[in-house]
T-cell receptor, first 114, second 110 residues
Framework: ETGVTQTPRHLVMGMTNKKSLKCEQH?????MYWYKQSAKKPLELMFV???????ENNSVPSRFSPECPNSSHLFLHLHTLQPEDSALYLC?????????????FGSGTRLTVV | GQSLEQPSEVTAVEGAIVQINCTYQ??????LSWYQQHDGGAPTFLSY????GLEETGRFSSFLSRSDSYGYLLLQELQMKDSASYFC???????????FGKGTTLSVSS
């Protein structure tokens, strides 16, 4: 257990479905992140939340909608996804002013869009 | 823009030493980080260099040359369990989050 818990670990969804990914941390961190990891591509930054405020939206399609209700929880709501959205979605957390010193990642949600 | 370049694959045998290089292009450089990710697992933080030179942590060391926009991760006394992907990372231009290289897959054989 890494200190950051992501659920579910695996998700298969149709293109017309709506689902949500959940991330939870109890490390006392105040910044949380969503990254997408596809085969043969670098980890792509999607969203950044600092003190529960969204500080970055990295040109992500609107079919991905983040939510950060408090500093311990982060969600990624999914709707009308495309097959190319199939990937590993990783959540991470850090102390905001120490983002450069180390993120703690969750084990990710492996998403398959059919 | 920002970019990080690292080799896609490296192979080595147990007990050997391997060096994984990373060159970067970025403005507002704050430092270079390294992460390890085993297949199916979470990336884990290995090291961070803000200043030039070599930082040693057990069998792993990390080096930075700011003037050359270059760094490397040095793994000594390789073990089978070191087989994993290794990513270098720098802060984005906004200073809000890390951006990562494509990763280097290290395969250690006996």
């Amino acid at each position: 257990e890494t200190g950051v818990t992501q659920t579910p670990r695996h998700l298969v969804m149709g293109m017309t479905n709506k689902k949500s990914l959940k991330c939870e941390q109890h490390l006392g961190h105040n910044a949380m992140y969503w990254y997408k990891q596809s085969a043969k591509k670098p980890l792509e930054l999607m969203f950044v939340y600092s003190l529960e405020e969204r500080v970055e939206n990295n040109s992500v399609p609107s079919r991905f909608s983040p939510e950060c209700p408090n500093s311990s929880h982060l969600f990624l709501h999914l709707h009308t996804l495309q097959p190319e959205d199939s990937a590993l979605y990783l959540c991470a957390s850090s102390q905001d002013d120490q983002a450069n010193y180390g993120y703690t990642f969750g084990s990710g949600t492996r998403l398959t869009v059919v | 823009g920002q970019s990080l370049e690292q080799p896609s694959e490296v192979t080595a045998v147990e007990g050997a030493i391997v060096q994984i290089n990373c060159t970067y292009q970025t403005s507002g450089f704050y430092g270079l980080s390294w992460y390890q990710q085993h297949d199916g697992g979470a990336p884990t933080f290995l090291s961070y260099n803000a200043l030039d030179g070599l930082e040693e942590t057990g069998r792993f060391s990390s080096f930075l040359s700011r003037s050359d926009s270059y760094g490397y991760l040095l793994l000594q006394e390789l073990q089978m369990k070191d087989s994993a992907s290794y990513f270098c990372a720098v802060l984005n231009q906004a200073g809000t989050a890390l951006i990562f290289g494509k990763g280097t897959t290290l395969s250690v054989s006996s």
